[in-house]
């Protein structure tokens, strides 16, 4: 048995996508193992393909025994395969097995959950890139006293700027594809998935991209 890693562009919030992206990849012989991610990674092993349902649970109701729950999932045919953050993810190759605990409600939590985190994460960004380089540039100006990185900075703050603008875009894009899945209740397809990837892997680069652009310009400041 041979362990391969993979880069997954999903999250443990993506529900549906990260389950077909999961199932999608079981045909091709990967079966995701008990370590299930690091950081975007996802590490399987390797088998024959076949056919393999994923379930992402990451709001179980409440019980006297969350055990009790648990044990339940297990009886209806589903193996816990791993935990990552909040979530539990459980396997079947019972094609009839009855579905866990999953559906729109739980899925409609998630994406609240996912808009919450990507909005903490915008403001941070703006006040560590943007945000700081108005408070920098407005304080030069109102002191008169402008730098020889002046220019240098007005070139970043626009970069910055820009890569914040799609991001606000990306993260409005990625937030309509999943609620408009949720309302119309429609599985999601090869397409369909690849396409809110794209969205997702889109997103992670232009947060790189800022995160490199404030890298390079404090070193450049720096020399």
């Known amino acids: 048995m041979k362990i391969k890693w993979k880069y997954c562009p999903f999250s443990i919030h993506d529900t549906d996508y990260l389950q077909f992206w999961l199932e999608d990849c079981s045909k091709q012989g990967l079966f995701l193992s008990g370590s299930g991610f690091v950081g975007p990674f996802a590490r399987f092993y390797t088998a024959s393909p076949k056919a393999m349902r994923y379930r992402v ?47 729109p409600d739980i899925e409609r939590i998630d994406l609240k959950r996912m808009a919450v985190r990507k909005i903490i994460g915008l403001l941070l960004l703006f006040l560590i890139g943007p945000g700081s380089h108005i408070l920098q540039l407005n304080s030069s100006i109102m002191t008169g006293s402008v730098s020889s990185y002046y220019l240098f900075d007005i070139s970043c703050f626009i970069l910055l700027l820009l890569a914040y603008i799609i991001l606000i875009a990306l993260t409005v894009y990625g937030w309509h594809i999943q609620n408009k899945h949720l309302t119309e209740y429609v599985e999601p397809n090869y397409e369909e998935t690849k396409k809110y990837g794209r969205n997702k892997n889109s997103f992670r680069f232009m947060v790189c991209t800022i995160i490199v652009i404030l890298i390079v310009q404090s070193i450049i400041r720096a020399l």
């Open 57 to 103: 649970i990451s709001a179980l109701p409440k019980t006297s025994d969350d055990n009790q729950m648990v044990q339940m999932i297990h009886d209806s045919g589903w193996k816990s395969i791993c935990s990552v953050g909040t979530a539990d993810i459980y396997a079947s190759t019972n094609s009839t097995a009855p579905e866990p605990h999953s559906d």
